[in-house]
């Protein structure tokens, strides 16, 4: 009897021993599978992660480089604006009797409003940059051996007419210009002027020039009063308006530039406001004459203009348009003090067809566009145009064009005001 239950109590053991084997190799081929399971899964993830990190890294190297080149652009570009000399090819000087300026005898004898002394102690002071499409004087670019007035019908589109010559080079004069206005409507965008090439470059200095290296390119003006004040328009004239210096997918370039300030005068004739004119009339801003961004020149107002497109501003510096793609760069390479020409409207006793004709062009003044200076005439007071000053987006020029951290700072100044710079 002892021997059954100690072979029942063997058997028992026997079992349970063979059952906790049998557990235990269970558990741990669990175990195993588990850990081979879990080892792929941290091999998988540390691959993939390698592989962000790579990609990643690769996805940055991209964009530095991208940056790097931009950056290199700009500079380059910066460069180019900032520090080049540029030689440009002005027409043959030639013996051409120009319009008398403010100062001629005569003009002042006539002046009846005796507006001349405000004209002349509030004629502002202009300051280039690295300018290479210089101001110019109506008579050069009107009777430029090369230049045609022409007429084209549609001549813009992609069929136009045929071109028939009005005035042919070599016979341009200010009168026949002023003869076509009882021949053509007003504002006919199809009759233009063929202007010579070597106008592009505006005024040959070496003719318009004083003893102290500043430029005295003419620049013309003619006023009107209007609800008590007095409005002074100076225009500045140049013969051509260059391409958007830096990355502009617009181009912008057109034959002919004229741009403009106006001054309002109270009935004392003291200086109260100024109309900085740029590229359109919304553009240009109002300031009052005692603004904090407003430099003087004893009783001068300075005006810095833009390289290539000439727009007129109050500040030294680079005015962000179009999306920071169509910028205005102004600085000061090159001093103009113009001398000063006084126009009339027809109905005037003091116009004169021979030096004033070309004011009443009925056409466009270049192949591309701008309109006739007459308009100063008829009432364009600038009283309601413009933008609020604190809407222009602006950054100072790098204090040292040569420095690329100064260019790398500045570049960081446009790209943070390019989102608001919209297109006006």
């Known amino acids: ?64 480089s991208y940056l790097g080149k931009k950056a290199n652009e700009s500079i380059d570009s910066l460069k180019n604006i900032f520090t080049q000399p540029r030689h440009p090819a002005f027409c043959p000087l030639r013996n051409i009797t120009y319009a008398p300026t403010v100062d001629d005898p005569e003009v002042i004898k006539n002046d ?17 940059c690295n300018e290479v499409f210089f101001p110019a004087a109506v008579e050069d670019l009107f009777t430029a051996p090369g230049t045609e007035l022409v007429y084209q019908l549609n001549h813009r589109s992609s069929k136009p007419g045929p071109l028939q010559v009005i005035i042919p ?28 090439q070597c106008t592009k470059f505006g005024s040959d200095p070496k003719r318009f020039s004083d003893k102290n290296g500043n430029l005295t390119t003419p620049i013309y003006v003619t006023w ?51 109309f900085y004119a740029t590229h359109t009339s919304r553009e240009g801003v109002w300031l009052p004459a005692n603004h904090k961004d407003i430099n003087y020149e004893g009783t001068h107002p300075v005006v810095y203009v833009a390289t290539t497109g000439h727009g007129a501003y109050p500040r030294n510096g680079t005015h962000i348009r179009i999306f920071g793609f169509g910028n205005d760069v102004t600085c000061k390479t090159q001093r103009w003090i113009p001398q000063l020409v006084l126009l009339y409207p027809e109905t005037d006793p003091r116009f004169n067809a021979k ?33 609020p000053h604190e809407n222009v987006q ?6 040292n064009p040569n420095n690329p951290i100064d260019l790398l700072k500045y570049q960081a100044c446009i790209e943070s005001q390019r989102p608001k710079a919209t297109i006006r």
Not at 113 to 128: G, T
Not at 358 to 385: A, C, I, L, M, Q
């Open 1 to 64: 009897m002892k021997n059954k239950k100690y072979l029942i109590i063997t058997l028992l053991l026997s079992c349970i021993t063979i059952e906790g084997k049998i557990s235990f190799t269970s558990i741990s081929d669990n175990i195993s599978d588990k850990a081979s399971s879990l080892s792929k899964k941290m091999n998988d993830t540390a691959t993939s992660v390698k592989n962000q990190i790579q990609n990643r890294f690769e996805s940055i190297a991209d964009e530095m």
């Open 112 to 128: 009846t409003e005796e507006l001349i002394p405000a004209i002349k102690k509030y004629a502002p002071v202009l300051y280039l």
């Open 169 to 196: 080079k070599g016979q341009v004069t200010m009168e026949k210009i002023y003869e076509q206005k009882s021949k053509y409507k007003d504002n006919d965008p199809d009759l233009f002027f063929n202007i010579d």
């Open 224 to 274: 009107q009063k209007f609800n008590n004040k007095y409005y002074i328009v100076y225009g500045f004239m140049y013969g051509f308006n260059g391409a958007y210096p830096i990355s502009a997918p617009i181009k912008g370039d057109h034959d002919f530039d004229l741009e403009h300030i106006t001054l309002e005068l109270n009935e004392k004739k003291e200086l109260e406001r100024i």
């Open 355 to 387: 030096t004033m004709g070309w004011v009443y062009h009925p056409g466009n003044y270049g192949v591309s566009g701008v309109g006739s200076f007459k308009r100063f005439f008829t009432g364009e007071t600038d009283t309601k145009r413009g933008e």
């Open 394 to 399: 602006f950054c100072p020029n790098p204090a």
